[in-house]
């Protein structure tokens, strides 16, 4: 019996401890080298090496597990219907509405000289698998680099901002969520035209801090991205909750995130948009803007401001 | 020890990180929007089959490659689960007890690591202790951990060529 022998039990924890202790050494030096070198090199292999078999137990059990995730959520599906009826109507009134905003930038690019916006290049892709924990805030994508994808690409569905890519290998890549605390996105917020930054929180609502605001924002007022990341206009969520509104020092809010991150299949990764060179990680002071690959902005853009902003440039 | 059981062991790990990232992904089965921690039982799981020397190297290996694959800090699973494996390997003669210790020990444990990792995670910076549903994280993959230990353990019963308790089975 495992007790009987005191020799025995002083070997045990003595490697328990050496583990931990390797662990322990393990994780400083990965939050000191910030996720990058080694650590680095040793997620992209293991995330290659995996990748495959991901996509195969995927392809094996979408099916089956789609089956029982229907049946599991067949009570919550009328509530659904009934909510997407009410955002249907709702989006039918803001299409008249945007319709006549937009005649009205033809008409001023037309008179100012600018070039008529345009596409991004993007490929789309197949989530097909997720983190091992419920604190994990990443996403597998079934394309990689052979499709144009590199780190720092602006992830999107057709709601809104999903997140950035994290790492890539030649037919996969993992996708980091806004969700996650270590993501920051440069962001504006449409009613009062001023940036800000949303930071992740590992679930839930994000953290809006806007420190050079002068007006006050409301609840409900769109906060979309300010293009010194990602391509500008894409919409990041919608203000919920403003904690300390103090015009002229620093504003707090809560935002509810436009994609609905949990269910997301299908993403769209913007890769005609080119990531900045340098200050990419995340928490480094990032001073120049992203260049796009086309002087056109996004077809879901509803600002065509390029303003370079420090207040934005969190990550 | 034969060697065929910790490979069965390291096997058994292996598939479970693949049905943890896919079937039990965000989006697919997630009861109340958490999943089980299936890592973590099979952990427990192969307390009974291999020594504890083996248990302890099976559960550092789990844990590093969750962390190689999520998202958070490098080593902290590998810590987490090389404790459960330490816990599990001096509980595995209650494990044979009775189904109430088995559930009292899978929950148990798969808390205390869930918990753990929380701790963790903020003393390294993740800040994972103040997000939002962080209790409903810890407890509920105790509660799907104890509902899928029937159907594990049985499965990894029949892996291991060993004749289980009729209440495993």
Known sequence: ?315 | MSRSRVVIALLAVLVAILLQTTVFGAGRIQPLGVAPALVTLVVIGVAQEVESEYLLLIGFTAGMLMDLIGSGTLGLWAMTLTAVAYAAGRLRGRLREGPLNVVAIVFGLTVASQFLYVLLGTLFGQGTISEPNVLWKIVLPGVWNVILAIPVFWVLGKAFGTQRQSWAV
């Not at chain 1, 206009?233 to 300390?244: F, K, P, R």
């Not at chain 1, 120049?288 to 401001?305: G, I, Q, R, W």
């Open chain 1, 1 to 315: 019996m495992f007790s009987s022998s005191g020799r025995r039990i002083d070997r045990v924890t003595i490697l328990f401890l050496s583990l931990v202790a390797v662990g322990f050494v393990v994780a400083t030096f990965d939050v000191r080298s910030s996720g990058g070198g080694t650590s680095e090199v040793l997620r992209e292999g293991t995330q290659s090496i995996f990748t495959p078999f991901q996509k195969g137990v995927d392809f094996v059990t979408r099916p089956a597990v789609a089956f029982v995730d229907g049946v599991s959520n067949l009570a919550g599906l009328r509530e659904e219907n009934e909510r997407l009826a009410i955002q249907v109507r709702e989006l039918e009134s803001q299409v008249q509405a945007t319709d006549a905003l937009e005649e009205q930038v033809v008409q001023l690019e037309a008179i100012s000289g600018l070039a008529a916006p345009g596409e991004l290049a993007t490929v789309t892709a197949r989530i097909t698998a997720s983190g091992p924990s419920a604190f994990d805030n990443v996403r597998f994508i079934d394309k990689g680099s052979k499709d144009g994808i590199v780190a720092g690409q602006a992830v999107i569905d057709e709601d809104g901002l999903i997140g950035r890519v994290d790492i890539v290998s030649a037919n996969a890549a993992r996708v980091r969520l806004i969700t996650d605390p270590i993501v920051s996105v440069g962001v504006r917020v449409l009613s009062t035209n001023e940036t800000g930054i949303v930071t992740g929180r590992g679930d839930g609502p994000l953290r809006l801090e806007m420190f050079r605001a002068k007006e006050a924002v409301q609840r409900g007022d769109r906060v979309v991205t300010d293009g010194s990341r990602f391509p500008p206009g894409i919409a990041v969520g919608t203000l919920s909750a403003t904690t300390e509104a103090e015009v002229e020092f620093v504003l707090r809010g809560e935002v509810d995130p436009a994609a609905r991150l949990s269910e997301i299949d299908y993403v769209i990764v913007v890769i005609g948009w080119s990531p900045i060179d340098a200050g990419f990680l995340d928490g480094e002071d990032q001073t120049s803007d992203a260049v796009p690959a086309t002087t056109s902005s996004t077809s879901t853009t509803s600002t065509t401001s390029e303003t370079t902003t420090s207040a934005g440039d969190g990550g």
